[in-house]
Every structure is written in C-alpha cells, then in structure tokens.
C-alpha cells in the first residue's frame, strides 16, 4: 500500500476527502512509514477533516517516532483530551532527558515541570526532579525530595542520590542516622562512601573494614604479618661520652589487624658503644685518678606493644620498656595519642613519655667509676598538639607543631622543654605522587638549663636554651596502592644554638672530693639539614622489603641512621599503601 499512496498522491489529494486522508495516515503510521504519515495527517489537517484533535494526536506520535519531541508537543499544545495530556506529559519528560544528557539542567527543570503540568507526577518524575536539584547546586532541596522517596520505596539508585545531597548539603550526621534507622541500600551506599572516603584520606585499614571489597589492592591487608630487620645509628660526639653507635638487631615484629584497629609487638635487641672514654674527660663524680667509665652495652631487650585504631578519629597507645641490663633499670614508657584527618585537616593531640636516645647516659644510663652508683636513663614526660590546615582551595597548607615537656631521670636534675615549629606548604600537582609539598619553615626550641654534660646530676643530652632553624621543607609520597610505595621529608636551613654555661655538677655528687670547670657558654650557626626516606617493594604477593634512611647535620654535628626490614605477609597482597611502610627510627632517634 505504501506505494500505491505514493504513486497515486496527486490523484488522492485531488478528492479533498479528509477522511480518506486520515485513515491513510493512520495506516502508514501503523505500517512504520513515519514520514509519509506526518505528510498524510498534515494533508488531512489542512482539509480542514473531521477530528482535528485525533489529527494532531497522530502527527505528534508520528513526529515522536521520527525523534522530534519539541515539534511533536507542539503538534498537541492545545489538544485536551486523557490521551494528548499523557503524550504531552511524556515528551516533556523525554526533553527533559535529552537536556539532562547536555547538561542544561535549567531546561531539564522547565521540561520536567511542563511533565508535571500535564499530570506527570509518578515516581520517575519526583526521581528526576530530585537528580536535576542536585545538579543545579540546590542539595537541600534535592535532600527533600530523595528522603521523601527513599521512605516511600528504598532503592539503590534514591540511596546514593540521598547520600550524595546529604554530604553536599553538610548533613552527614543526619545522612549517618537515617542509614542506621532506614538500613537497606542506604546503609550499604554509606558505607561504601565512607570506605572510599577513608581511602582518599589515606585511612586504607579504615576502608577495608568497612568494605573488604571496595578496591582490589585491599586484599590482604587486614591479614597479619612479621617483619624481621635491622637498625644502625651512627651519631657524632666526643668518645666516651656524646658520641653513640646504637645496633638493633633483631628487630622482630607481629602485626595483627582486627577490623580497623591493629595490635602490634615488637622486641628488639639492642646494643650500644659510646666510643673508648678519654682520660681527663669530666665524668661522674669526677674524683681524681677515677678509673675509665665503662661505655657499652652489650645487649639489652626492648620491647613495646602498640594498638592503634584507625579512622578519621583514630587512635594510638604504645607501652615499652627501654632496654635492660643497662646501668640503670629499664623504665616504662608509652604514649596515647588521638588523632583527626578530614579532607582540608589533619590534627594530632598526644601525650607520651618516651627514652631520650642522645647518648647512652640519657638513654641507658652510666655508672660513675668513683662511687659504683648508677645515673642518668632520662626519660622526656610531654605532650603535643600538630597538624596543618588547607589555606581554601589555594594549594598551600599551614602546619605548627607545639610541644610542651619536662625531662627528668635516675639522679638527674629535672629540667622544662618547650618547642613550637611553624611551616607553609604549597602542594604540587606531579604525576604518580600522592603529594609532593614544598615550603619555608620555622622552628624555635627552650631548655631551662643546659644539662649536655656527664658529671652527676647532668643527662648528657643535647639542651639548648635557643635553637632557632629557618628554612624551607620538601615532603612527598608515591602514589598508594602500587607495588612500591616512597615517602620523605627532607629540611635544610639556617640553624642558631646558644646554649648558657653550667655548674660543674647538677647534683651533689655521690663521691665527694671531686671538681671540674663549669660548663661554658657556648653559640654556634651555620647551615643543618635533616632528611628522611622510606621505601617499601612488594617482591612478591607475600614478600615485602623495606628501607628507612635518616640524616641530621647541623654545626659540628652528624647523625645518619638506617633500617632494612623484611616482611611476610600471610596473605597475598597486590599493593602497598602509606601505612605500610617502615617507621623505624623513631626508635632509635
């Protein structure tokens, strides 16, 4: 028939029967002759046929089926009748889509308003109505409407719209509570939100105990693993008495994860050599023709045990012991420390006491050759507040550090501490790095007294009563979730020391008879510089080897220290994270 009305057209059109117009449109219509029926219910239109109303209901389908929503709702614009009214609902509601898919979500609002006019008012369109609040920026609105349809009927697609407007709209205690009373979909896409987010933060433990799944390089991170390595610190001083050599080995480790919270176990044998003591060196009680103060430990345990918990609240405690059969008894000491990170802020608040490692009298301790008596082990009792916080959107970050601590040990004078540092960081975008910051930085320290010396009463540690550094900090980290994973910091500045002059004995000594000249005042300034680098490889699913390198220098000063560890994994794992890699001198620093 197609082609017989196309033949035939002038012949039919010349009869100017309305009728037969109309039932042969309908019938190229019904045959899926889209154009010819449009020609077809145009002709019958303009002839002026019978059931105008029907005559425009037929050229917008046909219209419609060509594509062209906007001519075919205009076809219909003045047609009421329950058909057009649900057609015209309909069309809007497919320009509203196609304004949605080129992003005119102010078009898409107008269309799905004109969907509502015509008595569109289903779920599909308060679904719609919700996505284009959000896209235009109103996600309180957009909050409304997904709860409203959420309560109605839970389903996935409302959740993560309901998710999504509650975080933009800054509700998310109310987003958190709706997903423990609603439960369903919401509680999952919550929980996968929060997972992700935690992984953004670097939080990796958090997010995979929230959702074991939520990325492959996840597996097997919440298996356990021990780690065995060694430790060498060479620090530079006078022998006998500054200068120390400090070996951990073994250094073992367990590492169990529970969920987010980790327990960790680590024993290490230590051992430590200050050098051959040099006759005349101020020392004890410092009795003339006193024999040689012995020097070394040969090997001592320390052992610590540690829980952290991990999360944008996280949590620290850490109990040890430092290590025996020094001169002086092993002391407890530990820290507790809590901890918040958010997109644009990290702070850390802690409280600790924890050995001072500068020479082997503040760490261990040393017996006076005079008396027999044993001193020193000095042990720092403080507490600390840092972070850094995002300057807006610009890229550059404050940091501060702010510390405040009294020093006391076995015999040995107390002494007050105070430390504030203060760091501006611009980040820079780098391919393959996490972060990678750079900036000037600020650092000023206080002792109350000069207690460096090795006479009684002193703690043989480094005391200034002003230490100025000024100037810049690199810090930066590889991107996570890679087979090897790098982070450091390295500062160089101007640094300026000035430590006051002392009584030759801090204390009463236990052998009286002995003097010495008193500490003398003492600046120096020049160029220092500290640097620190860890790297961890995964050599193979269940193999990983790490590596911590550190380096102090400053005026007449040189500290170098280095770790390599290796670390089985009891389940395979396919990528290192930040978390995984060693911190290792913090315990022998």
């Known amino acids: 028939m197609p082609d017989f009305v196309h033949d035939h057209r002038a012949d ?13 449109a309908w019938a190229l219509f019904n045959t899926g002759q889209a154009q010819a029926a449009a020609d077809w219910f145009r002709a019958a239109l303009a002839a002026h046929g019978t059931n105008p109303d029907g005559l425009r209901y037929g050229l917008a389908l046909t219209l419609r089926k060509q594509g062209d929503a906007a001519a075919a709702l205009a076809a219909i614009t003045d047609v009421d009748n329950a058909d057009a009214r649900a057609l015209r609902g309909d069309l809007a509601v497919e320009l509203a889509l196609a304004a949605q ?29 919700a996505w284009n609040a959000l896209h235009r920026g109103d996600a309180t609105d957009a909050a409304r409407r997904f709860d409203s349809l959420y309560t109605a009927a839970p389903e996935q697609d409302v959740a993560q719209g309901l998710a999504l407007a509650l975080q933009q709209s800054d509700q998310d205690e109310r987003l958190h509570m709706l997903a423990r009373t609603l439960g369903g979909p919401l509680a999952s896409v919550v929980a996968r939100s929060d997972a992700q987010r935690d992984l953004d933060l ?62 960790s176990l680590d024993v290490a044998r230590v051992r430590l050599n200050a050098g051959a003591a040099t006759p005349g060196v101020p020392f004890g009680s410092n009795l003339p023709g006193q024999p040689l103060p012995t020097t070394a430990l040969g090997a001592g345990w320390e052992p610590r045990l540690s829980w952290t918990r991990q999360g944008r609240w996280g949590v620290q405690a850490m109990l040890g012991l430092t290590p025996s059969d020094g001169p002086v008894s092993s002391a407890p000491f530990g820290e507790l420390a809590v901890s918040n990170t958010e997109t644009d802020h990290m702070v850390t608040a802690k409280l600790y006491v924890e050995p001072v490692r500068d020479s082997m009298l503040s760490y261990v301790g040393l017996r006076d050759p005079a008396s027999g008596r044993a001193w020193g082990r000095v042990l720092r009792w403080g507490g600390s507040v840092d972070g850094y916080t995002a300057l807006g959107a610009s890229g550059w970050t404050l940091g501060g550090r702010a510390a405040l601590e009294h020093l006391n040990g076995r015999d040995v004078a107390g002494n007050a501490h105070q430390a504030l540092a203060l760091s501006l960081s611009h980040n820079l975008p780098i391919a393959g790095m996490r972060f990678f910051s750079i900036g000037p930085s600020l650092a000023y320290e206080h002792y109350t007294r000069n207690l460096s010396g090795f006479t009684w009463g002193h703690g043989g540690y480094f005391s200034p009563q002003r230490f100025i550094t000024t100037g810049a900090t690199v810090a930066f980290q590889t991107t996570e979730a890679k087979r090897w994973i790098a982070a450091g910091v390295m500062q160089m500045g101007w640094q300026s020391v000035r430590q006051d002059g002392g009584a030759c004995f801090a204390l009463t000594p236990p052998a009286t008879g002995g003097s010495c000249t008193p500490l003398a005042r003492s600046t120096s300034n020049g160029l220092g510089t500290s640097s620190h680098l860890r790297v961890g490889y995964l050599l193979s699913p269940h193999l990983e080897i790490d590596s911590e390198v550190g380096v102090r220098t400053g005026p007449a000063y040189r500290d170098r220290a280095i770790y390599l560890g290796l670390r089985y994994h009891f389940a395979p794992r396919s990528a290192l994270f930040g978390m995984d890699l060693p911190y290792r001198l913090i315990n022998a620093w």
Do not use: C, F
Request: net charge negative.
């Open 101 to 129: 898919q080129r992003g005119d979500y102010a078009d898409e609002y107008h269309w799905l308003q004109q969907a509502q006019a015509a008595g569109r008012d289903d779920r599909e369109i308060k679904t719609l109505l």
């Open 202 to 263: 670097g939080l990796p433990q958090a997010a995979a105990a929230r959702v074991p799944n939520l990325n492959p390089a996840l597996a097997g991170l919440l298996s356990p693993s021990v780690h065995v390595g060694g430790l060498v610190r060479e620090k530079s001083g006078s022998r006998g008495t500054s200068q120390l050599s400090i070996t951990r080995w073994p250094d073992l480790q367990i590492d169990w994860p529970m969920a987010a919270d980790r327990l």
């Open 12 to 24: 039919i059109l010349a009869l100017q029967d309305s009728d037969l117009d109309q039932r042969l």
